[in-house]
């Protein structure tokens, strides 16, 4: 019996509207795994290829170079010949990409695959969002599913120091590569069976030489945020990354503006919505990938933590994080979402000014509460952010809004940890000659003040990451002022749904 008028925005496009979300956060949970899991085997890799630290870092800057350029390419081509089919088939190629990962016999080989597994992973986050939008058409519960479906691009995170440490701790490094063949082919199966042929929303002609002016730009802006540090940020590689950025910056609108259907249209950033979204999403996924990037290292350099007992740190976070986004969904519902991201954001603040005092005494039930606090702050603001970009635009340019969110995520997470690793440093040289200053040695033996050198360093590495978390703590502070403040968000209504999903959920009912 078809669904009236009135029940249709409770329905999906076809089946269960759940089985869609459950499909999309494997393949998110599969490319998010995929980046962080790979850092834990690097020792190995270096081992295996006889290669320095400074050329085993290609092997993660290729992928997220490669992943960052494709993010927005992928939500235009979704929004052009559908979600499912651009979903499907990056399932397929990233399991024989990992595959071939797997199977590197040198350091090119495994840079060049590490760039085939960026671009086909790309796919599945503005894909993603795409079909969990035009699954959901009841606006509540869309936000919910976002919220949950945004929690998984965080908690991949979590998970992949864990999964990571123990391939390699008890495995082969190449078996960081060979697990995503098990969990893609589960993944692949799930969407021939849960997720339905969407209609795309629009046709024209893919904007080939806009994507080329696109990476352009894009490569050169990640590829300086990821080196710089290694490089000098005032080094003349570095500035000729400024000027990349700039020029392919100023093509990339020059072009955009004038075609028909760019990948990204600048006429979101004369959306309120979309501008504020952005502009909140990068500060808070700055702070969680730099805090993420930081406590790790400080477990393993001065607790002595293996990989797997570091990553066990962040199980408080990566509960707190599925548990509180759908709660964030409904305080989004009854209050305005301004007063949900801001209060999360401010609860990620607490969680971080509490790591401001970390000590070699500490143990992991230290951590627990600072990490809840973390993780339900984050967790709180994903759904309504989430929501917000795609109820902000039409249904058939969701796909181009998710891509450039995520892009912004991306970007975000590379500033953040880029910023975070250079306050550290800078912080590190200041405190040792400070601490210096105010230690008193007694005695003048060469290994009185051998000892007493690794102490004054050790003390001064424990001052910068309570200075790093401190500038984290406020940067999330500035994120919940400025969604307090500044945050827009739109209503979504009924009336919203296009006819044809009406006709389509009417349909399936």
């Known amino acids: 019996m078809a669904g009236t008028p009135e029940d249709t925005s409770n329905q999906s496009r076809g089946g269960s509207p759940w089985l869609v979300l459950g499909t999309v956060m494997v393949g998110t949970l599969l490319i998010g795994l995929d980046r962080t899991v790979v ?29 960052a350029i494709f993010v927005p390419v992928f939500g235009k081509l979704g929004d052009l010949f559908g979600n499912r089919v651009i979903y499907l ?12 990962a797997g199977l590197s016999w040198s ?50 995170a979590v998970i992949g120091p864990l999964l990571g440490g123990y391939l390699v701790d008890n495995f082969d490094w190449r078996w960081v590569f060979f697990i995503n063949l098990p969990i893609g082919i589960a993944g692949l199966i799930m969407t021939l069976l849960f997720i339905s042929q969407d209609r795309p929303g629009e046709r024209g002609t893919f904007d080939w030489f806009g994507a080329v002016l696109l990476s352009g730009a894009i490569s050169s802006l990640v590829l300086v945020v990821d080196r710089g540090q290694d490089w000098g940020w005032l080094s003349s590689t570095s500035m000729l990354c400024y000027g990349g950025t700039l020029v392919f910056g100023l093509l990339v609108y020059w072009w955009e503006t004038r075609h028909s259907h760019p990948i990204i249209d600048f006429k979101f950033f004369r959306n309120p ?20 990037l930081l406590l790790p290292v400080f477990a393993q350099t001065f607790l002595h933590y293996t990989a797997t007992q570091s990553g066990y740190l962040f199980v408080p976070m990566a509960l707190a994080l599925p548990v509180f986004a759908p709660f964030g969904a409904r305080l989004a519902n009854r209050f305005h979402p301004r007063y949900t991201v801001s209060f999360g954001m401010a ?13 070699p005494a500490m143990t992991s039930s230290d951590f627990i509460l600072p990490l809840v606090l973390f ?22 340019e969701v796909g181009m809004s998710s891509g450039l969110l995520n892009l912004t995520r991306n970007i975000g997470g590379a500033f953040g940890i880029a910023i975070f690793s250079t306050i550290l440093a800078n912080a590190t040289n200041a405190n040792v000659l400070l601490v210096a200053q105010n230690s008193h040695i007694h005695g003048a033996t060469g290994a009185i003040l051998a000892e007493a050198a690794q102490l004054i360093i050790m003390k001064a590495q424990l001052l910068s990451y309570g200075t790093v978390f401190g500038y984290a703590a406020e940067a999330m502070l500035l994120g919940a002022f400025i969604a307090l403040f500044f945050l827009r968000t739109t209503e979504a209504r009924g009336e919203d749904i296009p006819p044809e999903l009406r006709a389509e959920a009417a349909a399936g009912g």
């Open 39 to 67: 850092n834990l085997a690097m020792p190995k890799i270096m081992g295996d290829f006889g290669i320095t630290v400074s050329s085993a870092a290609w092997i993660a800057t290729a992928y997220i170079i490669s992943n």
């Open 89 to 100: 088939w990056s399932f397929v190629g990233f399991i024989g990409v990992s595959i071939l």
């Open 107 to 156: 350091l090119n080989s495994l840079i060049f695959f590490r760039v085939l597994q960026g671009l086909v992973g790309a796919a599945v986050y503005p894909t993603a969002m795409s079909l969990i939008a035009k699954s959901f058409l009841d606006p509540k519960k869309r936000a919910q599913a976002l919220g949950i479906w945004s929690s998984s691009f965080a908690i991949s």
């Open 273 to 292: 919505v979309i501008v504020s979204v952005l502009v909140v999403s990068f500060i808070s996924f700055g702070g969680m990938m730099g805090a993420m």
């Open 347 to 359: 609860l990620s603040a607490l969680g971080l000014f509490l790591l401001m005092h970390l000590d």
């Open 375 to 396: 993780g339900a702050g984050l967790g709180l603001g994903m759904a309504p952010l989430t929501s917000a970009a795609t109820t902000s635009v039409p249904l058939h």
